[in-house]
T-cell receptor
Framework: GQNIDQPTEMTATEGAIVQINCTYQ??????LFWYQQHAGEAPTFLSY??LDGLEEKGRFSSFLSRSKGYSYLLLKELQMKDSASYLC??????????WGAGTKLIIKP | DVKVTQSSRYLVKRTGEKVFLECVQD?????MFWYRQDPGLGLRLIYF???????EKGDIPEGYSVSREKKERFSLILESASTNQTSMYLC?????????????FGEGSRLTVL
């Protein structure tokens, strides 16, 4: 079956760095997405990886290893506004998205 | 500013009632999707549409139907609401020609069925 695993909840300190991991098992692979969702709001797009390696976008970076079925989202210089859920989703061979349950990130001062 | 608008943020309905959830996007996107989001579960796809008048079943279509009469509007219909359809419903759209196919989501409609 198809599956996405990510931690349910993580806690980090303001100003620090946090890495949110995601492992996936899909029938074929056509890219991996990260979305951010603040409580009560719509998910918003953060990043897309289809090739191995690290993609950096400001304070946020996303990494992909296709051979390991693994991705992570790296958040640097954490701010209180980064408190949110982070959703990992992989696109399968039919270009359908398989979603993880999301990681709730709590930032403490 | 691009936008996906869902008609109702909060609804309370009774078991057996017919429920309409409306979604409108202003980005001229070809693709539109309806998901439900429940605690502890990933987003689950109910129905999607790649073109006007066209619809495809997602992973959990039972108990739902959809309508896409115009490109910008995608409606989700619960013919006879049941308590297990209490959930957050998210509409999304994407461009068929976009490089990443990123989704743009609406704010969500939280439905409670009593």
């Amino acid at each position: 079956g198809q599956n996405i695993d990510q931690p349910t909840e993580m806690t980090a300190t303001e100003g620090a760095i946090v890495q949110i991991n995601c492992t996936y098992q899909t029938s074929g692979f056509n890219g991996l997405f990260w979305y951010q969702q603040h409580a009560g709001e719509a998910p918003t797009f953060l990043s897309y990886n289809v090739l191995d390696g690290l993609e950096e976008k400001g304070r946020f970076s996303s990494f992909l290893s296709r051979s390991k079925g693994y991705s992570y989202l790296l958040l640097k210089e954490l701010q209180m506004k980064d408190s949110a859920s982070y959703l990992c989703a992989a696109k399968d061979s039919n270009y359908q998205l398989i979603w993880g349950a999301g990681t709730k990130l709590i930032i403490k001062p | 500013d691009v936008k996906v608008t869902q008609s109702s943020r909060y609804l309370v309905k009774r078991t057996g009632e017919k429920v309409f959830l409306e979604c409108v996007q202003d980005m001229d996107h070809e693709n539109m999707f309806w998901y439900r989001q429940d605690p502890g579960l990933g987003l689950r796809l109910i129905y999607f549409s790649y073109d006007v008048k066209m619809k495809e079943k997602g992973d959990i279509p039972e108990g739902y139907s959809v309508s896409r009469e115009k490109k910008e509007r995608f409606s989700l219909i619960l013919e006879s609401a049941s308590t297990n359809q209490t959930s957050m419903y998210l509409c999304a759209s994407s461009s068929g020609t976009g490089e990443t196919g990123e989704l743009f989501f609406g704010e969500g409609s939280r439905l409670t069925v009593l």
